[in-house]
């Protein structure tokens, strides 16, 4: 509770990415299959989203199928799909009550149908929500992102529509799958991997990145309150000097 009070004494991040990582780890260490562990994952993921949405965080970005993620057995493929919606049914009601929308950012019409429908069943019913925007980043990958920017952009720069000169930051963001947020503050791995994993990249470039050995299925509001703490102590000055801040 201390951590709670001394993390409201301060800034709170504006948005927060998570990579959720370790469920399969984290099955494997009790003896069970990996889809347990991606079973239990959610638990922490409903925690989570209902602690940033209490803390006043605008919004929160999670990992939850990357484009490379296809490339996993079939049978775990199928189960993780089959998680996304019974999950978006099941937090239907957790979103409502909490006044969050949810918003989806990937290639998302490579998912299955069932999913896809789900999906937008849900951003539909929640698009008036305005405490908490709850990003799902499904069949997404930061180089795949960036790959459809830049046809995008080619293809108005061949019909005129854009001209080269006119390309900076803001043009570029106005592409992205991610184009109605904020650029990340905070980025934060479980698991104790510290890599990227072709998240937001872009986004990213900013950000504090926290990273815990804690099991995703494990991660509670404690290491949620840890990881804000460590980024308040964190002086961000964006390519200043110290002194230019102060």
Request: hydrophobic share 35%.
């Amino acid at each position: 509770m201390n951590q709670e009070i001394d993390i409201h004494n301060h800034p709170l991040p504006k948005h927060i990415a998570i990579i959720m990582d370790g469920n399969g780890r984290w099955a494997k260490s009790r003896g069970r299959i990996r889809a347990f562990g991606h079973e239990n994952g959610t638990k922490s993921v409903r925690n989570t989203v209902e602690s940033c949405a209490k803390l006043g965080i605008e919004h929160l970005t999670l990992y939850a199928f990357s484009t490379e993620n296809w490339k996993r057995p079939k049978l775990e493929v199928k189960t993780l799909m089959q998680l996304l919606i019974s999950s978006l049914k099941k937090e239907m009601n957790t979103l409502q009550k909490n006044n969050i929308q949810l918003n989806a950012i990937g290639n998302i019409e490579t998912l299955p149908k069932k999913v896809f429908d789900e999906l937008s069943h849900v951003i539909e019913a929640t698009k008036m929500n305005s405490r908490m925007t709850l990003n799902l980043a499904l069949s997404y990958g930061s180089r795949d992102e960036l790959t459809h920017v830049m046809k995008e952009i080619g293809e108005k720069i061949k019909n005129n529509i854009i001209s080269p000169e006119k390309i900076d930051e803001s043009i570029i963001n106005q592409h992205l799958y991610t184009r109605n947020l904020p650029d990340v503050d905070l980025l934060i791995r479980t698991s104790g991997e510290q890599r990227l994993s072709n998240f937001l990249l872009w986004q990213i470039a900013y950000a504090e990145l926290y990273f815990t050995k804690v099991f995703w299925p494990d991660f509670s509001n404690e290491d949620l309150y840890k990881a804000i703490a460590s980024y308040q102590k964190r002086e961000r000055r964006f390519g200043k000097t110290s002194e230019q801040l102060n």
